[in-house]
């Protein structure tokens, strides 16, 4: 019922930046939690940002003060800010919506860009 579209990502050096979005279409106002997942090389994927309706966020612990979540309720767009990038955190970062709190597992994907950090 939602559809997510994810732009950004790309080739960053270590200690960049890079600000990813992604827009929801359909049944856009059943949406409640919007996140961020990533998936790193031989890792399993993560959940490491997730913001309410309301602007209550959360942060895994390792990008809290680097990562910033924010989403536009009339855009039907979430966008994560990723500051001081590292090449351990090279993966394959997917949007995702949930019509509920219940982020995890989520109702709907983006298509999951790839995000490189070089060294």
């Known amino acids: 019922q939602v559809q997510l579209v994810e732009s950004g990502g790309g080739l960053v050096q270590a200690g960049g930046s890079l600000r990813l979005s992604c827009t929801a279409s359909?049944?856009?106002?059943?949406?409640?939690?919007m996140a961020w997942f990533r998936q790193a090389p031989g890792k399993e994927r993560e959940i490491i940002a997730s913001?309410?309706?309301?602007?209550?966020?959360n942060y895994i612990d390792s990008v809290k003060g680097r990562f910033t979540i924010s989403r536009d309720n009339a855009k039907n767009t979430v966008y994560l800010q990723m500051n001081n990038l590292q090449p351990e955190e090279t993966a394959v970062y997917y949007c995702a919506a949930g019509l509920d709190p219940d982020i995890d597992p989520p109702n709907s994907w983006g298509q999951g860009p790839q995000v490189t950090v070089s060294s």
């Open positions: 913001i309410t309706s309301f602007g209550n966020t």
């Open positions: 359909g049944n856009t106002d059943s949406i409640d939690v």
